[in-house]
């Protein structure tokens, strides 16, 4: 079993910037990846960023040149930035990762960006 701890989200005006964090209970370097999905209401889930095992980092198209995943070891954490966010970027955003060939998946957190 993997437990994920996420932490951030809220509200945020357009334009401006939030970081996710997302904290494993396994050793991150046991992980296949670890990383964010996103679902908006009455939308399917889909991806935003993840990190594979041996670093490799992937994005969703709508997260390409605003959002910059990174990796903290020591925590065992990956970090999400995002930036320059905008009206449709709202939506629950969950931690995913992978462990002995399964998913696992966080609680979700509330990003709303509104005036």
């Known amino acids: 079993q993997v437990q994920l701890t996420e932490s951030g989200g809220g509200l945020v005006q357009p334009g401006g910037s939030l970081r996710l964090s997302c904290e494993s209970s396994k050793s991150i370097f046991s992980l296949s990846a670890l990383g964010w999905y996103r679902q908006a209401p009455g939308k399917q889930r889909e991806l935003v960023a993840i990190i594979r095992s041996g670093g490799v980092k992937e994005y969703g198209d709508s997260a390409k040149g605003r959002f910059t995943i990174s990796r903290d070891n020591p925590k065992n954490s990956v970090h999400l930035q995002m930036d320059n966010l905008k009206p449709e970027d709202t939506a629950v955003y969950y931690c995913?990762?992978?462990?002995?060939?399964?998913?696992?998946w966080g609680q979700g957190t509330q990003v709303t960006v509104s005036s």
């Open positions: 995913n990762a992978g462990w002995n060939w399964q998913d696992y």
